[in-house]
């Protein structure tokens, strides 16, 4: 549907950019035996989509483009940072549930956990909702990357600011607001 909507040659113009895709490198050892399948390099995990963000800007400055394409390239770039908000907040939304969902966890089973069986299962629990928090911080930061570059750097960056991992940080240490010097403590 992409070359329906944005054209063979915006489309093409995508996969003519040159990008890592496969993260590790491959040694002689783990390259298969000839009677065995070839591997490939193409994840569909990491293959590029053809999103308007992806177009390049090299495509989009050329002089012979329609004027009705350039508007319908600028509809598409509207829409896809409407829908990258939403997937922003619900990435957003879920960092927030993995942390409260780590926080009880510590408070609650690490803890709490007596024996080094239960120490064993309880830090296992809280490290899945680590990689869960984490990969959804990802998702955010991506789609803030993607919208600043389709939209006002200045509007995105305050609505969506930069996700830092001290921003995930959860005490669960109950403080006092009436101690002094708590009233400037930073709440993730």
Same mark, same amino acid.
């Given at each position: &549907?992409?070359?329906?909507?944005? !054209?063979?040659?915006?489309?093409?113009?995508?996969?003519?950019?040159?990008?890592?895709?496969?993260d590790?490198?491959v040694?002689e050892?783990?390259? +298969?035996?000839?009677?065995?399948?070839? &591997?490939?390099?193409?994840?569909?995990? @990491?293959?590029?989509?053809?999103f308007?963000?992806?177009?390049?800007?090299?495509?989009?400055a050329?002089?012979d483009? +329609?004027?009705?394409?350039? !508007?319908l390239f600028?509809?598409?770039k509207?829409?896809e940072l409407?829908?990258?908000e939403?997937?922003?907040?619900?990435?957003l939304?879920?960092?927030?549930t993995a942390?409260?969902?780590?926080?009880?966890?510590?408070?609650?089973?690490?803890?709490r956990?007596?024996?080094?069986?239960?120490k064993?299962?309880?830090?296992?629990?809280?490290?899945l909702?680590?990689r869960?928090?984490?990969?959804?911080?990802?998702?955010?930061?991506h789609?803030?990357?993607? &919208?600043m570059?389709? !939209?006002?750097?200045?509007?995105?960056?305050d609505k969506f +600011?930069?996700?830092?991992k @001290?921003?995930?940080?959860?005490?669960?240490?109950?403080?006092?607001?009436?101690?002094? !010097?708590?009233?400037?403590d @930073?709440?993730p």
């Amino acid at each position: &549907m992409a070359v329906e909507y944005l !054209g063979e040659d915006a489309t093409d113009s995508i996969y003519h950019i040159e990008q890592l895709v496969l993260d590790e490198e491959v040694s002689e050892d783990d390259l +298969p035996e000839q009677n065995t399948l070839m &591997m490939t390099t193409a994840h569909p995990e @990491r293959q590029v989509l053809p999103f308007p963000s992806a177009v390049p800007d090299d495509f989009l400055a050329d002089r012979d483009l +329609p004027e009705e394409r350039r !508007g319908l390239f600028s509809e598409l770039k509207q829409t896809e940072l409407e829908i990258r908000e939403g997937h922003g907040d619900d990435a957003l939304e879920h960092v927030r549930t993995a942390v409260i969902h780590l926080s009880w966890e510590f408070k609650n089973t690490v803890r709490r956990a007596l024996t080094g069986a239960e120490k064993a299962r309880a830090w296992d629990k809280a490290k899945l909702f680590t990689r869960v928090w984490k990969l959804h911080c990802r998702v955010y930061n991506h789609n803030r990357i993607v &919208m600043m570059a389709l !939209g006002d750097r200045l509007a995105v960056s305050d609505k969506f +600011p930069l996700l830092e991992k @001290r921003d995930c940080d959860a005490s669960t240490a109950v403080s006092n607001p009436n101690q002094p !010097g708590q009233s400037t403590d @930073r709440l993730p």
